[in-house]
């Protein structure tokens, strides 16, 4: 099976950096990726890591290690509209297995 | 414009009857996905198609039904079995099960069971 923790809330403030925590136990895996969530509304893809390092789209980046099981999602220059839920989620051959999500909560 | 619709947005419906949720998409995607959300949870897979007329379990598929006789349609049958149907019901697509890294997803569908 599969198993994925991130932090339930995070917050920060307008302009800041943050970083959300995946960490993960699988038995197949193939990557690492995020989905954002506006409360209510359907999630949406921003990145996906299959190999070790950093990946860069925008404000956003993520990274991966898949030695240490455990991945993040970078989110610079905070912007109110990135107030939202943040999924990691395993990619297995046919599937993704989602984590709770973190709520991110960005203040002025 | 290409994308997944989900109807209606809003289901209420009585404690023992069954219930269809609508999924279309017209992104000529091959593999469709159902997500069941919990309150202050991530999503949980009920049931997946890789082609027409073939589907397979999820982690959660009892009390759930589908079918896939068209490659645009994905619709999930919430039966009296299900002993907890009250949740947000997300319907998803992908080019493919394997080797896609992306899914999209609909607007999603509240069940309410009274």
């Known amino acids: 099976g599969q198993s994925l923790e991130q932090p339930s809330e995070v917050t920060a403030v307008e302009g800041a950096i943050v970083q959300i925590n995946c960490t993960y136990q699988?038995?197949?895996?193939?990557?690492l990726s995020w989905y954002q969530q506006h409360d209510g509304g359907a999630p949406t893809f921003l990145s996906y890591?299959?190999?070790?390092g950093l990946e860069e789209t925008g404000r956003f980046s993520s990274f991966l290690s898949r030695s240490d099981s455990y991945g993040y999602l970078l989110l610079q220059e905070l912007q109110m509209k990135d107030s939202a839920s943040y999924f990691c989620?395993?990619?297995?051959?046919?599937?993704?297995?989602f984590g709770k999500g973190t709520m991110l909560l960005v203040s002025p | 414009d290409g994308g997944i619709t989900q109807s209606p947005k809003y289901l209420f419906r009585k404690e023992g009857q069954n219930v269809t949720l609508s999924c279309e998409q017209n992104l000529n995607h091959d593999a469709m996905y159902w997500y069941r959300q919990d309150p202050g949870q991530g999503l949980r897979l009920i049931y997946y198609s890789q082609i027409v007329n073939d589907f397979q379990k999820g982690d959660i598929a009892e009390g759930y039904s589908v079918s896939r006789e068209k490659k645009e349609s994905f619709p999930l049958t919430v039966t009296s079995a299900q002993k907890n149907p009250t949740a947000f019901y997300l319907c998803?697509?992908?080019?493919?099960?394997?080797?896609?890294?992306?899914?999209?997803f609909g607007p999603g569908t509240r069940l309410t069971v009274l």
């Open positions: 699988t038995s197949g895996f193939y990557g």
């Open positions: 998803a697509s992908s080019l493919r099960t394997s080797g896609s890294n992306e899914q999209f």
């Open positions: 890591n299959a190999l070790d």
């Open positions: 989620a395993v990619r297995g051959y046919s599937t993704l297995t």
